[in-house]
């Protein structure tokens, strides 16, 4: 797991940004992750460190979706540098009991 002091850019661009704390059951990214993405901002935040880098990236919720329950992702920014795009997916694992693959289509 990544911490946040490790990457001081990234909490300047986040400190920047009012992001409302969200209640207690609301959804947030789970702390462990790939070795290229980066959870902050109390897991309100994800951000990819190498925007170079295809892979490693994968993140989690920090639990289970609801019945339904509506999940939405914003993308702040993004690069067109490159031609990499998002993969969205649903899964039946915990992110506690698995090995942290570098690409979901992995699973």
């Known amino acids: ?9 990234v909490n300047k661009l986040i400190d920047s940004q009012h992001v409302p704390e969200p209640k207690a059951d609301f959804l947030r990214f789970h702390q462990r992750c790939g070795t290229n993405a980066l959870v902050s901002n109390n897991g309100k935040s994800l951000q990819k460190i190498k925007i170079d880098k295809w892979n490693d990236g994968v993140a989690f919720t920090n639990r289970p979706l609801k019945d339904d329950e509506i999940f939405e992702v914003t993308v702040d920014t993004r ?3 490159t031609k990499d795009a998002i993969g ?14 570098s ?3 992995n699973m």
């Open 1 to 9: 797991m990544r911490k946040e002091e490790e990457f001081p850019f």
């Open 103 to 105: 690409h979901m289509n």
């Open 79 to 81: 690069d067109d540098e």
């Open 88 to 101: 969205i997916g649903v899964m039946t694992h915990s992110p506690d009991t698995i090995a942290i693959p």
